[in-house]
Nanobody, 114 residues
Framework: VQLVESGGAVVPPGGSLRLSCVGSGFAFSGSVLTWVRQTPLKGLEWVSSIYDESGNTWYNNAVKGRFTISKDNANSTLYLQMNNLKPEDTAVYYC????????WGQGTQVTVSS
């Protein structure tokens, strides 16, 4: 199993970014996939999850209305569209899949700063 994130960058407050996570080695379609972020102060924080079999998406209240999670099963890619970014969104963002074990990507750094 491999999860590889990309798309992190330095952006000003109010800016947008789209993170990507390419998965391999497991049944990407039909899996619940999750974005989690980590900061030294807050530790790990759940951001959003998606289960495309049911069409369900879930969001942390802190990002609801600003972030959108989606999947492209044909390309085994998970996305996180982040709009109206705030300094408190600064973190390392990971994609995560719970299979037989917990699987994490290597993370991508998002920094929101003027």
């Amino acid at each position: 199993v491999q999860l590889v994130e990309s798309g992190g960058a330095v952006v000003p407050p109010g800016g947008s970014l789209r993170l990507s996570c390419v998965g391999s080695g497991f049944a990407f379609s039909g899996s619940v996939l999750t974005w989690v972020r980590q900061t030294p102060l807050k530790g790990l924080e759940w951001v959003s999850s998606i289960y495309d079999e049911s069409g369900n998406t879930w969001y942390n209240n802190a990002v609801k209305g600003r972030f959108t999670i989606s999947k492209d099963n044909a390309n085994s890619t998970l996305y996180l569209q982040m709009n109206n970014l705030k300094p408190e969104d600064t973190a390392v963002y990971y994609c995560y899949w719970r299979g037989l074990y917990d699987y994490w990507g290597q993370g991508t750094q998002v920094t929101v700063s003027s």
